[in-house]
T-cell receptor, first 114, second 110 residues
Framework: EPEVTQTPSHQVTQMGQEVILRCVPI?????FYWYRQILGQKVEFLVS????????KSEIFDDQFSVERPDGSNFTLKIRSTKLEDSAMYFC????????????FGDGTRLSIL | GQNIDQPTEMTATEGAIVQINCTYQ??????LFWYQQHAGEAPTFLSY????GLEEKGRFSSFLSRSKGYSYLLLKELQMKDSASYLC???????????FGAGTRLFVKA
């Protein structure tokens, strides 16, 4: 069964540095998402992406964050000038459509900011 | 504001039936999802409801009442491997943003 893949599985970065989290969505999916989950807390929506542009974003997704689909397969989340509170699990998800189409999640990247 | 409420924890016995409730108040509604999440792992899709009523899928069923802002997930013939967090999530206006509840941790005991 096709799956969403994310790399790296764990990223350790110094505060203030930039990180890029990578995702390869399922190949016939058209909608892409990033979520984060701080340890012990709920899954939080960051951003959705469709047709090569952001379709919706949350209040968490400020100027520190950006997303890109640099080619036909990858979908990246860039976090500039990381802060301690950015430490979390970041999940990428994709779906074939919007109506009654579930989002399939990758295994996540655990981001640790030191 | 937007809010999704679920019980924090539940305990049930292997072989039994358990019902996990979810109430929501969101700006707009474009469907409700249930996901299972084992500790340290990604959420995995269980069920989807957009119309009122019951959706059955093997040992799992999910019910929705849009007028009451209420859903439940029913797990039958519980197995030890069902011990996990169960996340209620609502897709809101526009259909892109999905709001997750904090999840219900289910403990299945022998």
């Amino acid at each position: 069964e096709p799956e969403v893949t994310q790399t790296p599985s764990h990223q350790v970065t110094q505060m203030g540095q930039e990180v890029i989290l990578r995702c390869v969505p399922i190949s016939n999916h058209l909608y892409f998402y990033w979520y984060r989950q701080i340890l012990g807390q709920k899954v939080e929506f960051l951003v959705s992406f469709y047709n090569n542009e952001i379709s919706e974003k949350s209040e968490i997704f400020d100027d520190q964050f950006s997303v890109e689909r640099p080619d036909g397969s990858n979908f990246t989340l860039k976090i500039r000038s990381t802060k301690l509170e950015d430490s979390a699990m970041y999940f990428c998800a994709s779906s074939r459509g919007i109506s009654n189409q579930p989002q399939h999640f990758g295994d996540g990247t655990r981001l640790s900011i030191l | 504001g937007q809010n999704i409420d679920q019980p924090t924890e539940m305990t049930a016995t292997e072989g039994a039936i358990v019902q996990i409730n979810c109430t929501y108040q969101t700006s707009g509604f474009n469907g409700l999802f249930w996901y299972q999440q084992h500790a340290g792992e990604a959420p995995t899709f269980l069920s989807y409801n957009v119309l009122d009523g019951l959706e059955e899928k093997g040992r799992f069923s999910s019910f929705l009442s849009r007028s009451k802002g209420y859903s439940y997930l029913l797990l039958k013939e519980l197995q030890m491997k069902d011990s996990a967090s169960y996340l209620c999530a609502v897709r809101g206006d526009g259909g892109f943003k999905t709001i997750f509840g904090a999840g219900t941790r289910l403990f299945v005991k022998a």
